[in-house]
């Protein structure tokens, strides 16, 4: 079904234009507030945020939307999405909202909601949520008793930072471990140091001054070139690069070198089978991981269940399994003992205690398998449906004949952005190439003609 408000990660759009607006956003607060009525005792929301200018004004119109819907309001302030997620079970909230567009530019924002258990939205759910947005009869509001009321809560951070510090054993230390954290000026500025400083790390902190338009500008798990500078100037054993809200990251050994989710994936996955704690027989990815990942896992007599792209849909898919390791390349780790939603600090302290107990460098603990030949290739579009176009798929058809049984293609439109993502991998690199480039030059062709 096509969805006019929601995608893969909530409500994301630029802001002042549809659909991240603050007429949408007070909408979205007294629908979500509807839907999340139940029983009679006073309804509660935490609402967090990152660092991004617009986020002031998403804010107050969903407070606005939420208190005339009857629900008191707790506002966190610029905190991880993995702290909403975790402060509405902890605070006994109805529900969870995160302000936030993620890995986007500061022009974007998001809205993401977490129900009362931590977890983000079924699509059921939000496509309530969107059918009530558009309905003409105006949505319902509570009587002038019954209007909420919104404060902001102290004591958020430190919160989060013990919660974060209790996912190692109370032996664990990281002192000797000079860690690079790029906080990507955004939602973990404060906290993510503070985490790895009380945990006995020499921190050496980057990209930690949000001014409301540098959040992942130049940086953060996107950009994780000026973090690689900076592991080689300061001589770290490793560094970490978060996106703008924290729930994911992207890890850089003493090298310098890219280790991406896969890897990490695939060491944590290890580490637990090791320790007897890994749940499900192995752990879920998406179509994107990269098939060196899927025979890592193999060789370990593991399995690697794929979703589609997005990282709910592999919580949805660990909770129905019995998983408790899954994430996407990307950099959103799930470790659902710990966290409902990706934890880009609790994935990097797993890491981290890897390279501790092993006592050898993170360019040796981290690279698990030698990836698959992988090509990944955006095509920009802004209307019309040229995958279904006879020349896109014929050349479509030709690709996988060509890729073979050992070789994967995967092509999708972003659910964030007007994007056609091109994938494909096999062991012979001139051939992946080679079929990129001509899918992405059809669908070009394609498009311009439109």
């Known amino acids: ?195 790895l400083w009380e945990l006995g790390a020499e921190v050496i902190a980057i990209h930690n001054e949000p001014n409301g338009f540098n959040v992942n500008k130049d940086c953060g798990s996107t950009h994780p070139l000026s973090l690689s500078k900076k592991v080689h100037e300061v001589r770290a054993d490793i560094g970490i690069a978060l996106d703008g809200d924290a729930d994911r990251m992207i890890i850089v050994d003493e090298n310098g070198t890219l280790i991406d989710g896969d890897q990490i994936m695939a060491l944590i996955a290890e580490s637990w089978q090791q320790s007897e704690r890994l749940a499900g027989g192995g752990l879920v990815a998406t179509v994107m991981s990269n098939l060196g990942l899927e025979r890592f896992l193999s060789d370990k007599g593991l399995s690697l269940h794929r979703t589609k792209v997005g990282d709910r849909y592999v919580v949805e898919h660990m909770r129905a399994h019995g998983f408790n390791v899954g994430g996407e390349q990307s950099g959103h780790i799930v470790l659902s003992d710990f966290s409902t939603t990706g934890d880009g600090l609790v994935a990097a302290l797993q890491v981290m205690a890897c390279i501790k107990r092993e006592n050898r460098p993170a360019s040796e603990v981290c690279s698990k398998f030698e990836p698959v030949p992988q090509v990944l290739k955006n095509v920009r579009y802004s209307g019309g449906r040229p995958l279904e176009t006879p020349p896109v798929q014929r050349m479509i058809e030709d690709a996988r004949q060509r890729l073979g049984a050992g070789g994967r293609l995967v092509i999708r439109p972003s659910g964030t952005e007007p994007l056609i993502r091109v994938m494909a991998e096999a062991d012979d690199r001139g051939l992946v190439e080679t079929v990129v480039r001509e899918i992405v030059e059809v669908i070009a062709d394609q498009r311009n003609a439109a």
């Open 1 to 195: 079904m096509s969805r006019k408000y929601f995608g893969t990660d909530g409500i994301r759009g630029t802001a002042n234009q549809f659909p991240m607006t603050v007429e949408v956003a007070m909408k979205v607060g007294m629908a979500a507030g509807m839907c999340f009525q139940r029983g009679k005792h006073r309804h509660r929301v935490v609402i967090g945020k990152d660092t991004r200018l617009s986020g002031y004004m998403i804010e107050n119109a969903l407070v606005a939307g939420f208190t005339a819907a009857g629900l008191d309001v707790f506002l966190l302030g610029p905190v991880p999405t993995p702290a909403v997620a975790m402060l509405a079970r902890s605070l006994r909230a109805d529900l969870g909202v995160m302000i936030s567009a993620s890995h986007n530019p500061y022009y974007d924002n998001g809205i993401k909601l977490f129900g009362p258990d931590g977890y983000k939205l079924s699509d059921e759910l939000e496509a309530r949520i969107e059918a009530m947005l558009d309905q003409e009869a105006p949505l319902s509001v509570a009587e002038p008793d019954d209007i909420g009321r919104a404060k902001r809560i102290d004591g958020v951070h430190d919160r989060y930072v013990e919660f974060a510090k209790r996912t190692l054993p109370r032996s664990m230390s990281l002192s000797g471990l000079r860690v690079v954290i790029d906080c990507a000026n955004g939602a973990a500025y404060k906290v993510a140091p503070a985490a």
